[in-house]
């Protein structure tokens, strides 16, 4: 049976990890600190015989034994990232370092999971993984964009110096059940804004957009890379499909049936205009593509907002 570890593992996308790594039958260690994980996240399988969790901060070192890793734990939701901005960078920077230290010991191979991102606020659309970003390093997303791009950087020396066997997936906007409402991210927003008929925040003109993958093609796809043989990436994963904020916020209204009303709140610094991943590498490399649309996900996603707002 495969050990596998999951940091962030009480996570919205590490607590849909763990269970398709349990119900795939491996053993699943999963640690977090619960900064914005939950532990509602990961109650159903707490008592499952091959299910641990740890509670731990990734930015002090850790001592397990495993064959595979998942890099996970960081906040991801701007307000949270921002909230102690020193801290995100340790998290993503030390805890690299930390499970890299870890992998090259125990031989394991493991996986990043990095962002869309290391691409910054892009001037090139849709972004291929060989587009190098254009990131500002001194502005309140730094922490978290140059964070990750640190951890990728740091990934890859492992591999070149010690032959660690590495995996990089660049993430796009995902959503799904579990996310937290208080999360702060665009999509639990808006569709807890419309079930209490509250008005929905559009940051700006509503006119920049966003590429969003449900979390179920999300985890799919990031299965596939770990067991994926020749290939380190990093690869691009997303949903293609790209929306304006506003268009967003009207679909929401629309499948809520809400009475609410959208009003426009100041752009927040260093917003990027707009974000679509270009998936060709994920597709000749993993056989992976999206499946489900952002009307089916966000319905998804609206029934589990009902049973928690
Ligand atoms: P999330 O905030 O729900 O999950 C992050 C988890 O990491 C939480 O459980 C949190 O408690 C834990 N954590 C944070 N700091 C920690 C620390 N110092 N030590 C231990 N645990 C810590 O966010 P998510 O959407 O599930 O994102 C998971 C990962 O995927 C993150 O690394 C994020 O950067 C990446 N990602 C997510 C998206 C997305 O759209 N969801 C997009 C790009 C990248
Ligand atoms: N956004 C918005 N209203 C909200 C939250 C976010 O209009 O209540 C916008 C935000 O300014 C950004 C987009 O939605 O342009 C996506 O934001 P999110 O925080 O979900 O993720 P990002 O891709 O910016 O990291």
Known sequence: MKRVLVTGGAGFLGSHLCSRLLQEGKDVLCVDNLFTGRKENIRPMMGHPHFEFIRHDVAQPFYAEADQVYVLAC?????????????TAKTS???????????????ARILLASTSEVYGDPLVHPQPESY?????????????????????TLFFDYHRQHGVDIRVVRIFNTYGPRMNPQDGRVVSNFIVQ???????????????TRSFCYVDDLIEGMVRMMECEGFMGPVNLGNPAEFTMLELAELVIRLTGSRSKIVHLPLPADDPVQRKPVIRLAEERLAWVPSVTLEQGLLQTIEYFKSVV
């Open 132 to 152: 190098r970003g254009n990131v500002n390093t001194t502005g309140i997303r730094s922490c978290y964009d140059e964070g990750k791009r640190m951890a990728e």
């Open 75 to 87: 906040p991801a939701s701007p307000p949270h990232y921002q909230y102690n901005p020193i801290k």
């Open 93 to 107: 920077v030390f805890g690299a370092i930390h499970m890299l230290g870890m992998a090259k010991r125990v031989k």
């Open 194 to 208: 419309a079930l209490k008929n509250e008005d929905l925040t559009v940051y700006g003109s509503g006119q920049q």
